[in-house]
């Protein structure tokens, strides 16, 4: 069993910036990649940003050049640094761990980009 525990979501003014953590615990081993997905009211999850267990990064367009995907392996957590934030990156922040088994995902800290 693999428990993944997001945090660092708030309210932010445009332009700003956040930094949500992914903290996982439990059996976590043969991980193939980390992910985040966001999720905005009314629409589909989709995908933000990965990280492969060799380190290589991947980015969706809408936020290539502002957010910033990085992990902690002595601290079993995982990073996504937002900047310059848009009121259309307002949604629900999960991250995934892809593994051999299940794919785990956390419940999801809130993201809120208003004035």
């Known amino acids: 069993q693999v428990q993944l525990v997001e945090s660092g979501g708030g309210l932010v003014q445009p332009g700003g910036s956040l930094r949500l953590s992914c903290a996982a615990s439990?059996?976590?081993?043969?991980?193939?990649?980390m992910a985040w997905y966001r999720q905005a009211p009314g629409k589909q999850r989709e995908w933000v940003a990965t990280?492969?267990?060799?380190?290589?990064?991947d980015y969706a367009n809408s936020v290539k050049e502002r957010f910033t995907i990085s992990r902690d392996n002595a601290r079993n957590t995982l990073y996504l640094q937002m900047s310059s934030l848009k009121p259309e990156d307002t949604a629900v922040y999960y991250c995934?761990?892809?593994?051999?088994?299940?794919?785990?995902w956390g419940q999801g800290t809130e993201v809120t980009v208003s004035s």
């Open positions: 990280i492969t267990s060799g380190g290589a990064t």
């Open positions: 995934k761990m892809a593994r051999v088994g299940p794919d785990a």
């Open positions: 439990g059996s976590i081993r043969s991980i193939h990649y």
